[in-house]
T-cell receptor
């Protein structure tokens, strides 16, 4: 069975630009969560969506937004990019509705903001 | 702000040595998960501990949840090069709070 897939793998943007990251969950998983992992740190929770509704939001500015589609895939959008947004963005899926349950992570999208 | 501090931050050892990684917080968690992350990949769940004082063994890895459910430890016996990676603890509240990570390098 395919695991969580994310695209693109790497992305380079400049300050002020906008970016969209994509995630396809494991088949049958209805929950998708997004995390930001800055180099040398643990992942930080950004959003969780379950059955197309936002279930949780971390401490991130409104420049970050996300949505989940009827097929349970998800997009993370970041507007007005800052240098500090450079990080590995991880998507995780789960068959459970709560974001604190076991998460199955994708390989991540490495975003570099210049 | 809930924080999970892991120690040590870095660990470099020879194959066959034993090691312990600690995960500490001032907050109480309903459960605690341990993940391992290898370069270019996302974290992979190793274990979930739920009950205070609980001990779980996974081959050469032993996980313990503190009695007060504020801390946890991971002990690896006879480390192997395949154990190399970033070890992350994650506490469960209304979301997962990840620790700062312990980067382990095991040399043959």
């Amino acid at each position: 069975d395919a695991g969580v897939t994310q695209s693109p793998t790497h992305l380079i943007k400049t300050r002020g630009q906008q970016v969209t990251l994509r995630c396809s969950p494991i088949s049958g998983h209805k929950s998708v969560s997004w995390y930001q992992q800055v180099l040398g740190q643990g992942p930080q929770f950004i959003f969780q969506y379950y059955e197309k509704e936002e279930r949780g939001r971390g401490n991130f500015p409104d420049r970050f937004s996300a949505r989940q589609f009827p097929n349970y895939s998800s997009e993370l959008n970041v507007n007005a990019l800052l240098l500090g947004d450079s990080a590995l963005y991880l998507c995780a899926s789960s068959p459970y509705g709560a974001s604190y349950n076991e998460q199955f992570f994708g390989p991540g999208t490495r975003l570099t903001v210049l | 702000t809930q924080l999970l501090e892991q120690s040590p931050q870095f660990l470099s050892i020879q194959e066959g040595e034993n090691l312990t990684v600690y995960c500490n917080s001032s907050s109480v968690f309903s459960s605690l998960q341990w993940y391992r992350q290898e370069p270019g990949e996302g974290p992979v769940l190793l274990v979930t501990v739920v009950t205070g004082g609980e001990v779980k063994k996974l081959k050469r890895l032993t996980f313990q949840f503190g009695d007060a459910r504020k801390d946890s430890s991971l002990h690896i016996t006879a480390a192997q090069p395949g154990d190399t990676g970033l070890y992350l603890c994650a506490g469960a509240t209304d979301k997962l709070i990840f620790g700062t990570g312990t980067r382990l390098q095991v040399f043959p």
